[in-house]
């Protein structure tokens, strides 16, 4: 089993809602939707293209996927993840956007928010002594020797390379879309995510995550509010 820290607004959330139906799979309840309908695509086009978000669901990564460290265990990890959403207050990235990370599509920040910097360092920091150390295979995976020194640096140190400097905030809505494709898919993201877009997003809540075995689809194990008394809400397992 592998768990994963991740920003993700609450499972009543519009935004929660919207992305999920149009990824197709709800990591909070379960529930599937029929592949969406997008102009100029084909549905079996448009599945594809949604795959590796549907899978890993809606959310933004803050610590990557890991497998626990030996001598710990689930309620260890559980307990800190409850201190750290009580004792963190909620804030705001001030504006987010429909963008594009190379080819791929996502809810981002219009630019870099140095709070938000800091409190994605801080979950990688917390809950590093849960994480179990990268298999070969796993630091294969990454392509290393494609990545920055600083990226490279971040996959030794803290088993991921998109962290600290290099973490860049972003809610995957799309695996990659070839050059042709993008122009349609643009059209119907700036659509369906419309009243989202262009405005605040709350970092009000923290998401515990779990994948039962490698390739399943991860689901939402517990969802806390930030800068609050935490409540032990078990959402899936």
């Known amino acids: ?22 990824l197709g799979r709800d990591a909070f309840t379960g ?28 959310h933004a990564t803050l610590k990557a996927p890991f497998e626990l460290a030996g001598g710990k265990n689930e309620a260890e990890l559980v307990e800190a993840f409850e201190r ?25 920040p219009d630019k870099i928010y140095p709070e938000l910097q800091d409190f994605a360092a801080r979950v990688v920091e917390v809950f590093e002594p849960f994480r179990a150390p990268l298999s070969q295979a796993d630091i294969a995976r990454r392509n290393p020797e494609n990545l920055t020194a600083s990226q490279r640096a971040n996959l030794e140190r803290w088993g991921y390379h998109h962290v600290m400097d290099d973490f860049r905030f972003h809610m995957t ?5 070839p050059p042709e494709q993008a122009p349609a898919m643009r059209a119907e993201l700036d659509r369906r995510f419309a009243e989202f877009a262009d405005r605040p997003l709350a970092i009000d809540g923290l998401a515990l995550f779990v994948e039962p075995s490698r390739g399943a689809p991860f ?7 930030l800068g609050a008394a935490s409540e032990n809400r078990k959402i899936a397992s």
């Open 84 to 108: 750290f959403a009580a004792e963190t207050k909620a804030f705001d990235i001030p504006n987010v956007v429909v963008g594009q990370l190379g080819r791929f599509f996502a809810i981002v």
């Open 31 to 58: 529930e599937t939707w029929p592949t969406p309908e997008v102009a100029g695509l084909k549905p079996d086009t448009v599945h594809e293209l949604t795959a590796d978000p549907r899978r890993y669901a809606f």
């Open 1 to 22: 089993m592998r768990y994963a820290i991740y920003f993700s607004p609450a499972e009543s959330h519009p935004l929660t809602k919207a992305a999920t139906h149009w």
């Open 219 to 225: 689901t939402a194990h517990r969802w806390l509010p």
């Open 173 to 177: 809505l799309t695996g990659k879309v």
